[in-house]
């Protein structure tokens, strides 16, 4: 799909930053409420029959041109982000759809303790909104982006009927299950944003090809480009593709009134609009905002607080592999969407941290990334290289922690004085350390993770204490909150700051949680896109 | 630029971090040197790590005198000495080699591309269930 620029010299209601699992919601939405939305998008559409699952160096391209790590990767439309003082690197992806291009789509929902940290545990904040206010939101966008799954987990709310039946767990999904029920343990099949029956517009079933964070070449695997969209093309949306956005602009008055941005061939552009959307996600956000720096916002742009770029957090990951004395076949079905465990998801005293974490359990994939490590642990060269190998190749299972991540004000994202993207724009510097917290958290996982792998009949097991490539959720860096001194937006995504500038992506968490997180990113940029339809009727021409 | 006697070194390289296994010989003596060149020169970081891998290798004369614990002696030297860029090295050889079809047939896998194949489905089975069924619902109230 291509599209072209609609009137470039006119007003438009609504102009979004970035089109992936955030902007392509709110793009949606807001065009059927009649809205008239540009969306500006880095990056490009994606030709899913191009994705290098269909080629057989696939697993080479994994590491190179499809590696999830943008400073790997090193494409036009990625910017490179300074790591030297991170213990996480951030993955994402850049193009229409997003980091859902290059996600296992695992969708489980935040839990009501997750939006009550401070009143329950002490710590963090509260969020200006509930677990309630966000359901209808969850509900709608699991059918939009189309959710294979069963209703009836003890460990969450009551939920309604999913759209789909769950993606069936296997033999291996079966062999770890039995063993938390064994233990007297939670699990549950993962919801998944992942096609078990044809759904949607030219989306096929899952074909259990076994490599779906490059790509689904079947579109069994839902991202916004195949769901929100083409709706909200059919409404009348307009996406610039290719273009990157340098600054947020505003008048005499501190208010947005469109963006500066370089276009596909490099040309300096200016796009008005009466509000602006900011869906670029945790850290191409706060970048922007601080880019956007002026007379009037000489901190940049909504940053009163002084809290843009603060409170990064991602989610703490690290884990157990085990391997089996039979063969498992690891390759087949989906890497990350079989069980998940939240027995250790609420706060307990007794284990030494706070909030808990989410086991989810991982599948291998081809003989050239089981050499290159499972779990971190790379296959030893030389004489013993063969036999490690064939152990591990097709009898390996994961059971990784996502672990609630608390936000500290000294992790963050900035500006960096000397890195830039391919635009010579001021790159972002992120830095981060893992707090003892979450040290506590993942040892904790580390051996309840081993008991179950060994449960389940693993006679290997191999310990990653914390994986470092693993930053896939972006979150915090413009936090939402009731307080302007304490926060960057209010419960509506609406900045203090400036009354036509809304954020939607993972920036305005609070906490983070310990799930996959683009549920409830979706679900707040949808009840954002509701509050400016219902209340914001002054942003439409 | 990977000039032609370091081609003869990798390949004598590749036969000790790979070595030969069955019916196949070594990683270098499946002439696996010059792919694992083009696609390090893909990359600047793959290229970075052959050269400074190559370059901690003693010359090409020297490694090739050797016997097999002195090859393996200065891998050794060498991973120790540039770890970073050795193991991003090994990362490359063994994508290259497991990407090879000989090596497929070994390991009896069906070495073809996830796409557009794939594997079939297997059905649902809810009776999985039945344990956790039974369980209250233990979620904390806000």
Not at chain 1, 143 to 172: K, L
Not at chain 1, 240 to 252: C, K, L, P, Y
Not at chain 1, 274 to 299: C, E, F, Q, W, Y
């Amino acid at each position: 799909m291509t599209t072209t620029e609609h009137n470039p010299d006119r007003t438009a209601d609504v102009l979004i930053v970035g089109a992936g699992a955030s902007g392509a919601a709110v793009a949606a939405s807001l065009s059927e409420a009649g809205f008239d939305v540009v969306c500006i998008e880095q990056g490009h559409w994606q030709d899913s029959f191009k994705y290098p699952t269909a080629d057989p160096d696939f697993e080479f391209k994994a590491m190179s041109s499809w590696s999830i790590n943008p400073n790997k990767r090193r494409l036009p439309e990625d910017y490179p982000v300074n790591v030297e003082d991170s213990a996480v690197e951030p993955v994402m992806f850049n193009g229409v759809g997003g980091s859902t291009i290059m996600w296992v789509a695992h969708t489980p929902r935040l839990h009501p303790s997750d939006f009550r940290v401070k009143s329950q545990d002490g710590v963090a904040d509260d969020w200006p909104i509930s677990y309630e206010d966000l359901e209808p939101w969850y509900d709608l966008n699991d059918h939009v982006m189309g959710c294979s799954g069963i209703s009836g987990d003890p460990a969450n709310p009551p939920r309604s009927e999913r759209p789909m039946p769950p993606i069936p767990i296997g033999r291996d999904g079966e062999m770890i299950a039995g063993a938390f029920d064994r233990l007297g343990w939670h699990w549950w099949p993962s919801d998944a944003y992942i096609n078990s029956t044809r759904y949607g517009q030219g989306r096929d079933a899952c074909n259990f090809c076994g490599h779906n964070m490059m790509g689904c070449y079947q579109r069994a695997k839902a991202s916004t480009d195949l769901t929100y969209w083409p709706r909200a093309i059919d409404q009348g949306a307009e996406l610039v593709t290719g273009a990157r956005v340098r600054e947020i602009t505003t008048d005499s008055a501190g208010r947005a009134t469109g963006v500066n941005y370089l276009d596909a061939e490099g040309n300096d552009r200016h796009r008005t609009a009466r509000s602006v959307v900011m869906a670029a996600n945790g850290i191409g956000t706060p970048r922007l905002l601080l880019l956007s720096d002026s007379k009037n916002h000489p901190a940049g742009l909504s940053n009163s607080s002084g809290l843009v770029g603060k409170n990064l957090m991602f989610h703490m990951f690290g884990g157990t592999s085990g391997v089996f004395p039979e063969h498992v076949e690891p390759w087949v079905g989906p890497v990350a969407n079989i069980i998940l465990s939240q027995e250790f998801y609420e706060t307990d005293p007794d284990r030494g941290f706070l909030r808990g974490y989410t086991f989810q359990m991982s599948r291998g994939q081809g003989p050239g990334s089981i050499a290159r490590g499972v779990a971190g642990h790379r296959v030893p060269w030389g004489e013993n290289h063969h036999a490690v190998l064939e152990r591990r190749f097709r009898n390996t299972l994961g059971l990784g922690p996502i672990g609630d991540d608390l936000p500290e004000e000294h992790n963050s994202v900035t500006l960096d004085e000397r890195l830039t993207d391919s635009s010579g724009l001021p790159a972002p510097k992120i830095t981060y350390r893992v707090s003892d917290n979450s040290r506590a958290l993942l040892d904790h996982a580390i051996t309840q993770g081993t008991k179950v792998l060994k449960e389940a009949g693993a006679t290997e097991i191999l310990v990653n204490p914390q994986s470092r490539e693993t930053g896939w959720h972006l979150l915090g860096t413009a936090r939402m909150g009731d307080d302007p001194e304490r926060s960057v937006v209010d419960k509506n995504g609406q900045s203090h700051d400036i009354d036509n500038l809304f954020i939607v992506d993972g920036s305005v968490f609070v906490t983070g949680g310990a799930v996959n997180p683009t549920p409830t990113i979706q679900a707040i940029a949808l009840r954002t896109a509701d509050y400016i339809t219902n209340n914001r009727g002054d942003l439409k021409a | 630029m990977v000039i032609k006697p370091d081609t003869y070194l990798l390949t004598a390289a590749l036969n000790r971090v790979i070595p030969p296994v069955g019916d196949l010989p070594g990683a270098g003596g499946m002439d696996l040197a010059e792919e694992v060149i083009k696609r390090s020169a893909a990359d600047f970081r793959f290229q970075d790590a052959l050269t400074r891998v190559l370059g901690a290798l003693p010359s090409p004369n020297d490694f090739l005198a050797l016997d097999d614990d002195g090859q393996d002696d200065a891998l050794r030297t060498a991973e120790s000495s540039h770890a970073d860029a050795f193991g991003l090295w090994l990362d490359v050889v063994y994508t290259v080699y497991y990407m090879h079809p000989e090596v497929h047939q070994r390991l009896g896998w069906h070495g073809r591309s996830p796409q557009p194949e794939g594997n079939v489905m297997p059905p649902w089975d809810g009776s999985v269930l039945g344990v956790i069924r039974k369980r209250d619902p233990f979620w904390r109230k806000a």
